[in-house]
């Protein structure tokens, strides 16, 4: 690709979406800056106009990952619409879509090994992503009485585990490997099974 697509102020937006296309080929780990800035047609010294170096680029990666996540979970959970308890689910199933959706993203900012407390920047967007669970969380918890009432935060990071736990072991499957059931009813068995333990659901019947 010919540098000249790059003079007006576009080669920062041009690497994330290289490296991200890289990340997703090649996982986190598996290319060098120069391969980055090989993708977009420029020299290694361009790319540090824009980045301090790789990890630069893959958090910055990671931290638009982070904000198109908040704003999917956000879309998904539609103001609590039609009910808290839907609403809570569709956002954990945002979780599942957004990882199948946006691989790159998602690689970037769960696998990459970028610290957070190293970067307020993507610190910041983790936090706005995982205030959206818990703001879903707020209403199902106000159900329950006070001394039984767990954080809205806590809530939200265990249903935010759950899913992740179902990404990893059965929405990306290795070559070969089947998940025993798909990972849609599994997140939404898990979440029955956590709201019944809390009383927010009715038990089976006996």
Not at 157 to 180: D, N, T
Request: charged share 20%.
């Amino acid at each position: 690709m010919s540098k000249k697509g790059y003079h007006h102020g576009n080669l920062r937006s041009a690497l994330v979406d290289a490296t991200l296309a890289l990340i997703e080929r090649q996982g986190p780990q598996g290319f060098s800056l120069s391969d980055a800035a090989r993708s977009v047609g420029v020299t290694p010294a361009a790319v540090y106009r824009h980045f301090a170096g790789r990890d630069d680029l893959i958090a910055e990666c990671a931290r638009q990952g982070f904000d198109l996540f908040a704003e999917e979970m956000r879309r998904a959970w539609n103001d609590g619409r039609p009910n808290p308890l839907r609403a809570f689910e569709a956002v954990a199933l945002a979780y599942l879509d957004f990882a199948r959706d946006h691989p790159g993203h998602y690689m970037a900012m769960f696998e990459s090994g970028i610290s957070l407390s190293l970067n307020p920047d993507l610190a910041r967007a983790h936090e706005r992503a995982l205030a959206v669970f818990a703001r879903a969380a707020e209403p199902l918890i106000e159900r329950l009485p006070g001394d039984r009432r767990p954080p809205a935060a806590m809530f939200a990071a265990h249903v935010w585990a759950l899913s992740h736990g179902i990404v990893e072991l059965f929405a990306r499957p290795g070559p070969g490997s089947r998940a025993p059931f798909p990972p849609d009813a599994l997140l939404e068995a898990g979440i029955g099974i956590y709201l019944r333990g809390l009383g927010l659901v009715p038990g089976d019947p006996d």
